[in-house]
């Protein structure tokens, strides 16, 4: 079991910067890859940045503007956001992946619970 805690989020300017920080706990040497996506009413939630076998992918809506990076030690993985746009509101979602130690080694997936972020003059 895995538990996911995003923090971090809030309002910002255009242009201006937020870092996105998402706490694991638990069994989390199960974790295989993790990432994050974002949500805004009316829509499904989107990829925004993962990081799965240590290849990392970035939305291109993002890239160049977003980054996703780990402290393994605090078990904590990061998105810092720069050059916002209002575009960039959404509540963001950490999500974690995950594979048992044993067979049948069911695969999870684990979701945290939203962070706000809201991109506005």
């Known amino acids: 079991q895995v538990q996911l805690v995003e923090s971090g989020g809030g309002l910002v300017q255009p242009g201006g910067s937020l870092r996105l920080s998402c706490a694991a706990s638990?069994?989390?040497?199960?974790?295989?890859?993790m990432g994050w996506y974002r949500q805004t009413p009316g829509e499904q939630r989107e990829l925004v940045a993962r990081?799965?076998?240590?290849?990392?992918i970035y939305a291109d809506s993002v890239k160049g503007r977003f980054s996703i990076s780990r402290n393994s030690t605090k078990n904590t993985v990061y998105l810092q956001m720069n050059n916002l746009k209002p575009e960039d509101t959404a509540v963001y979602y950490c999500?974690?992946?995950?594979?048992?130690?044993?067979?049948?080694?069911?695969?999870?997936?684990?979701w945290g619970q939203g962070t706000q972020v809201i991109v506005s003059s």
């Open positions: 999500h974690a992946h995950t594979v048992g130690h044993f067979p049948p080694l069911f695969h999870s997936e684990y």
């Open positions: 638990g069994d989390t040497l199960s974790i295989t890859g």
């Open positions: 990081n799965t076998s240590n290849i990392i």
